[in-house]
């Protein structure tokens, strides 16, 4: 009578745990919480999946009766509408984050600082394991809202190359997305600081593993004003040899006295000091008028030497940017890795403020 069932039971099994999930949990084996027979009855069928949501979806987050590590409720945080105050409220917690270690074929979630807890991101669109999924852009209320300062901290548990902004906030149209700088720390940590003004803003990140696979995601952000002080960054991204091996750099210059005549190049510098190549960076966005932000960066379409071809990392930057005729020098540094990064950009003296 049972010989039926347990073979049906025995076929329903996956022979072999989800790729991804199994990169995450064994890496994160030393510190993370198990969560048993996740993923089980996903992994069993590879397909192609079309998934619309309005809501912050149904995974597991922190347990519900432990105020320690309760993130907040989407549904139950308003939109702020007053302005964003200058003095940011501190977060409450000051250890690292725990990062979000996934569940079967679904990725894991960027975790950010609120302030009652950690804040999962809401999933959005992926590639992960052996199942693609889109998601609909769902209604304010539904986007997590995470902590009112900047930098703000996060944690996800795989290096790769990120791209995040943030966009004006419901019922604003705004005139620009403005990137976020993403520097890597250790265990898993990162930190998030935004570039452009201040207010209600729906930030979103995209992130590419350096083990494969992508995925997304969208917080709610209510971002303080700026500070005064100049913010730089350079952003390399670079394909991979089997893909071309094209390179390209934008430099990224925030809250400064930027609006007018402006160009830059960069001159990049192996480990080994023996080669360096100069970059320049023509093609400009200033985006809003008046608001102390632009870009600088190579052509698009233009093919650009792969970065790591010049020989190893880490690689050092030194920037020049010219401001309505006046040379300011900046350095920074790549500690290099797979399609890319971001690294901050110091320029001493400082740029004339905004």
Do not use: K
Not at 56 to 82: L, M, Y
Not at 302 to 322: E, F, H, K, M, T
């Amino acid at each position: 009578m049972t010989e039926p069932l347990d073979r049906l039971v025995q076929d329903a099994t996956p022979a072999h745990p989800p790729p991804f999930a199994d990169v995450v949990r064994r890496r994160r084996a030393r510190r993370l919480r198990r969560r048993a027979a996740a993923g089980v009855g996903v992994a069993a069928v590879a397909v192609v999946a079309l998934a619309v949501v309005d809501g912050p979806g149904d995974r597991p987050g922190p347990e519900a009766d432990d105020p320690a590590t309760s993130a907040s409720d989407p549904a139950s945080d308003p939109v702020p509408s007053d302005p964003v105050p200058s003095d940011p409220v501190p977060t409450r917690a000051t250890s690292p984050l725990e990062p979000d270690d996934g569940v079967g074929d679904e990725p894991p979630r960027l975790v950010l600082d609120g302030t009652r807890g950690p804040v999962p991101a809401l999933q959005g669109s992926y590639c992960w394991g052996s199942t693609c999924a889109d998601r609909a852009f769902p209604a304010p209320v539904d986007v997590p809202l995470v902590a009112p300062v900047a930098p703000l901290r996060a944690a996800f548990p795989l290096a790769g190359r990120w791209d995040a902004d943030v966009t004006p906030g419901v019922g604003d149209p705004g005139c620009a997305r403005y990137p976020v700088l993403v520097e890597p720390g250790a265990d898993d940590q990162l930190l998030l600081t935004p570039s452009g003004p201040g207010g209600d803003r729906v930030g979103s990140y995209f992130v590419r593993p350096e083990a494969g696979g992508d995925t997304s995601g969208l917080w709610r952000w209510p971002v303080p004003a700026r500070d005064g002080r100049a913010l730089a960054w350079l952003d390399l991204r670079q394909n991979t040899p089997s893909s071309g091996g094209e390179a390209g750099v934008t430099l990224h210059v925030d809250d400064a006295a930027v609006d007018g005549d402006v160009s830059a190049s960069v001159r990049i510098t192996a480990a080994d000091g023996a080669v360096g190549v100069t970059v320049a960076l023509p093609r400009t966005d200033q985006h809003c008028d008046g608001d102390g932000f632009v870009e600088l960066g190579t052509p698009w379409g233009v093919r650009q030497q792969r970065i790591d071809g010049i020989g190893p990392a880490p690689y050092s930057y030194v920037v020049d940017l010219v401001v309505d005729g006046t040379h300011h020098t900046g350095t920074g540094t790549f500690a290099g890795g797979t399609g890319g990064g971001d690294s901050r950009i110091t320029f001493d003296p400082p740029l004339p403020a905004s």
